[in-house]
């Protein structure tokens, strides 16, 4: 858990401003390298959407206000092969329910902010600018609450916010792009390079594996409806082990000599 407040000597006025800007910079250089992905990525979904019969407003408003890759190309991919609503509409939060559990592993950092910045927080909230952040927030504890958002709104910028240009480059240029190119790669490198930092315990790796382990053992289910049964599992395996985890932690003696 972040500390409420870190005890120590006054500072200038002008630190806790100067601390902010330092933070807000780091979060745009540590989101640099992600460009390299997510133009491909950007790219990957308009073209997905213009074979979908989207047209470049329908574009650029499905990225602007969704504002997650992932399940947009989930959706349109599954509206290319003419799966039913019902489907689209369940397999697209099927993809978004991590951002119910990127949330809640960010409250104890940035739940004390004014219910206007949670609420765009939750906006801009992508699979880059929560696995970056916790990274940071956990590596740094003491960061004060303004420095934290300053970080976050560092990667934003970076990487939330040109989204929808990528998308309509995507739509508008995507179709001369050479299908050897394989620009798809960018989608399954995202995670990667997202999620692989973050499996630092056997909980986290367990739930990756399970997930892994259930998806692909599902593949051939119709329009993806295996993702909807794999992410639960995952899940319920990763919370169950760190239950575990943490009662055979409060059961071992303390250290002799521990008051």
């Keep these: 858990m972040p500390p409420d407040s870190v005890p120590g000597a006054a500072v200038p006025a002008s630190a806790p401003t100067s601390r902010n800007r330092a933070a807000f910079l780091a979060g745009m250089l540590q989101a640099l390298p992600f460009l390299i992905v997510l133009l491909p990525f950007g790219l990957v979904f308009g073209v997905t959407a213009v074979n979908a019969g989207m047209d470049l407003w329908q574009v650029l408003g499905f990225s602007t206000i969704v504002l997650a890759g992932a399940s947009q190309i989930t959706a349109v991919q599954l509206l290319v092969e003419q799966a039913p609503l019902p489907i689209v509409i369940l397999s697209a939060l099927a993809v978004n329910l991590r951002m119910a559990m990127y949330s809640a592993s960010l409250v104890p950092w940035v739940g004390q902010a004014s219910p206007r910045m949670r609420a765009l927080l939750a906006y801009v909230l992508i699979d880059q600018t929560y696995a970056l952040s916790i990274r940071r927030y956990e590596e740094n504890p003491r960061m004060t609450l303004p420095e ?97 985890q943490a009662r055979r932690q409060a059961q071992q003696p303390a250290p002799e000599g521990a008051s």
Excluded at 198 to 211: E, Y
Excluded at 225 to 239: F, Q, R
């Design 148 to 244: 934290r958002l300053a970080f976050f709104f560092g990667v934003v910028v970076v990487l939330a916010l040109p989204w929808p240009v990528f998308s309509v480059i995507g739509a508008t240029l995507g179709q001369a792009i050479p299908p050897e190119f394989a620009l798809d790669f960018a989608v399954p490198i995202t995670f990667l390079a997202m999620i692989a930092p973050l499996l630092r315990s056997r909980p986290h790796l367990a739930a990756a594996v399970t997930g892994f382990a259930v998806a692909a053992a599902l593949r051939h289910m119709p329009s993806g409806t295996g993702l909807m049964i794999a992410a639960p599992i995952a899940m319920a395996v990763g919370a169950e082990l760190e239950r575990r």
